[in-house]
């Protein structure tokens, strides 16, 4: 469970390690541009943010940090040790494209692949965590981790001098998590996910979190089959809402964001972003609203209209 | 000839027209994010200007505009006679690739292929201006235009609490006539150009604008063979220093945008950015730095490492 006060800590406690991103303002709406952060998502505000909090309580062992990630989480944390002046060890899948495990190693981190889906990856982490007693970093549920999220709500409150409504998109729930404990009774949450990776969606239909089909174009940022209890505890408190879309829809809300403002996010980033396209979420007359651009991890090579 | 003043009025005049597009601020380095703007560069500024300048004085004629571009500046033509309610007339060669013609079109302008090169589609934009009375939106040279271009500079004064320098890639110059115009004698302004696109270098070494051999990768929006005389007025005034960065710099630039912080713009862009990559330009301990991200009407396809 976390409130703001650990999204405060969070926030005083990371400094400046992270960049402060910017807010684009246009038509009424608020895009917070997250994505500038380093390793190219807001995952890099939880990895510091758990690593440091160990560090203030002597907890923080020689042997660095251990990480199951391919994507966004294994990045930050490859990136926020190597800042920190510690080792990260980052498993992966045997699957995991060449290129993914180059960009962990490029900057610093050993990768080990093990197993042929991300679960055995996943596992032999922790099995090496109990080995050798160095920090876990999950991917988002962890306190540290999602309260680390929450920082970018607390910059988009001072940008905006606050809104009435947050889109995130969501995968294992950290970064919701953290915005829906920053902004608990200031703004609204409204999480969506592709109608192909619903975890969060189900998990409120069942009263817990369970396991999901994941696939889609999303699937490789957004693609937790089980939300996390952290995130299901925080999302349930504070009322947070879930929205679904199609993978269409997610497509074409990535586009239009490059054709209309220029800006480059990744499939699983657009899902929140096309809640407004579709009129999945209607804003009233008025209303404030942001939008998370969340992560930059793609090939743009797919947004302009020849492809 | 422009000055700080008329920069202030084009801001008031133009007001929400254009986007206030955001900063990045990081490592003493700010970015100003002008991409963000009305059709992918910061031209919807001074084609605002232009016409409104016009409609101010009663002599916005009911048959419209004329701009003889295929790139940015006749996009932006395109889009603020849409936005006021006027007709746009855009004149490019013959050989314009069919993607930037229908682009146009999409805006709402009528295109009118004339000619094998830039020049002669310019020679009959200006005929068919003579012709029917239109108002003529030149790509830089013309006062609202250079004025309307430099409010990108007031927002980033306020934005940044005043910067040291200012580093702004320069095709005919109109943009960094306005953002030397509205920082004289606050801000040092560096043009920077690619060695195959020098026509600003050639005309501070001439001692007036003549013309220059133009190639690379950023002609297509640096390639301007001959500085406007309004550009090298103002440089000339302010003191504008001149720097060449090469073709290679420019892409390397361009892709560590992308690498380091997921920020997509074109070429001729990147040249501003170059300069600090190179050491072209080296700022000193505590230096207050801005680069000017001007645009990113560009294929992304080839910002990764794959391409």
């Known amino acids: 469970m976390i409130f703001r006060s650990d999204v405060e800590a969070a926030r005083t406690r990371i400094g400046s390690r992270v960049r402060t991103t910017p807010v684009l303002h246009t038509g009424g709406l608020w895009l917070k541009l997250e994505q500038f952060q380093h390793t190219g998502s807001f995952k890099a505000r939880g990895a510091f943010n758990r690593i440091l ?26 990136h ?9 060890e980052v498993y992966v899948p045997e699957t995991a494209p060449e290129v993914k495990v180059a960009r962990l190693r490029a900057l610093g981190a050993s990768v080990v692949q093990a197993g042929r889906e991300y679960a055995e990856a996943y596992e032999a982490a922790t099995k090496r965590v109990a080995d050798t007693g160095a920090l876990f970093c999950h991917a988002y ?13 607390l910059e988009l409150e001072e ?19 953290g915005i829906a404990a920053a902004l608990e009774g200031r703004s609204r949450v ?6 192909d990776c619903p975890s969060f969606h189900a998990a409120l239909a069942a009263g817990q979190p369970v396991d999901a089909e994941v696939s889609g174009v999303a699937a490789d940022s957004l693609g937790a089959r089980r939300t996390g209890d952290i995130a299901f505890t925080v999302a349930r408190r504070t009322g947070v809402r879930s929205l679904l879309v199609g993978d269409d829809d997610v497509v074409a809300a990535r586009r239009a964001l490059w054709e209309g403002y220029r800006i480059a996010i990744e499939h699983g980033t657009a899902a929140a972003y096309a809640a407004l396209l579709t009129g999945a979420y209607r804003p009233s007359p008025g209303e404030r609203v942001a939008v998370i651009c969340c992560g930059a991890n793609t090939d743009p090579a797919d947004l302009t209209e020849r492809h």
Chains 1, 2 share one sequence.
């Open 53 to 78: 909090a160990a560090a203030e309580q002597g907890a923080l062992p020689a042997v660095g940090v251990i990480a199951a990630s391919g994507g966004n989480a294994g990045l930050a944390a490859a």
């Open 80 to 88: 926020a040790a190597r800042e920190i002046g510690i080792p990260a």
């Open 141 to 153: 549920d962890q306190p540290e981790i999602c309260a680390g999220q929450g920082t970018v709500a």
């Open 159 to 177: 940008q905006t001098g606050g809104v009435d409504t947050v889109l995130v998109a969501v995968g294992g729930g950290g970064l919701m998590a």
């Open 190 to 195: 409204v999480a969506v996910e592709p109608r």
